[in-house]
């Protein structure tokens, strides 16, 4: 089945830095990779999300790169601000099956 | 529109026990995916329903199962209970659990204690 290995656990930032957070899958036919969002004592909400059929996507400050020759996908967070605190998960998926597998998590610091 | 709503929020188990969490997914949602939420494991897919059919499962043991009714509502039930299984039990639904297409909502998850 498939892996989501994310690098790196944890991330400590000073407002206004890039972040970036990284992962690696071993399914190559995987095809949706989303990144969720979840702060402390909430639930994970969804951030950003590719498609294999895509290089790259971006949304205001967060931009999300795939490389599937290499299969690994990044999150980028540009003008990090406090409220960008938190835990990021990716997760890949293929496209018949409706099973998520989720990275281990980067929890995000974001020092004002 | 009301989210994907969880109850019960809290519960406290023994070893032994069994347990029911129960999911009502947003209005109109017909798939309702389950998963357990660990401090070490992360996050890990237990199963999804879409018309009241288990369409896929994770690698969890017998012991976690599900349903799903009419109305789309679902539930999962532990039976006894290990202090392994303590953790947040997060569900999500869908419109039809296409992820190329639906985007998946979470509900705010039961934080199951077994002590």
């Known amino acids: 089945g498939e892996n989501v290995e994310q690098h790196p656990s944890t991330l400590s930032v000073q407002e206004g830095d890039s972040a970036v957070i990284k992962c690696t899958y071993s399914?190559?036919?995987?095809?949706?990779f989303p990144w969720y969002k979840q702060e402390l004592g909430k639930r994970p909400q969804l951030i950003i999300d590719?498609?294999?059929?895509?290089g790259e996507k971006k949304d205001q400050r967060i931009a999300v790169t795939l490389n599937k020759t290499a299969k690994h996908f990044s999150l980028h967070i540009t003008e990090t601000q406090p409220e960008d605190s938190a835990v990021y998960f990716c997760?890949?998926?293929?496209?018949?099956?409706?099973?998520?597998?989720f990275g281990k998590g980067t929890l995000l610091t974001v020092n004002p | 529109k009301a989210g994907v709503t969880q109850t019960p929020r809290y519960l406290i188990k023994t070893r032994g026990q069994q347990v029911t969490l129960s999911c009502s997914p947003i209005?109109?949602?017909?798939?309702v995916s389950w998963y357990q939420q660990t401090p070490g494991q992360g996050l890990q897919f237990l199963f999804e329903?879409?018309?009241?059919?288990?369409?896929n499962k994770g690698n969890f043991p017998g012991r976690f199962s599900g349903r799903q009714f009419s109305n789309s509502r679902s539930e999962m039930n532990v039976s006894t209970l290990e202090l392994g299984d303590s953790a947040l039990y997060l569900c999500?639904?869908?419109?039809?659990?296409?992820?190329?297409?639906?985007?998946?909502?979470f509900g705010p998850g039961t934080r199951l204690t077994v002590l």
């Open positions: 590719i498609r294999s059929n895509v």
């Open positions: 399914d190559s036919a995987s095809n949706y």
């Open positions: 209005s109109g949602h017909r798939s």
């Open positions: 329903y879409f018309s009241e059919t288990q369409r």
């Open positions: 999500a639904s869908s419109l039809e659990g296409r992820m190329l297409t639906d985007t998946q909502y």
């Open positions: 997760a890949g998926l293929r496209g018949s099956n409706y099973k998520l597998t």
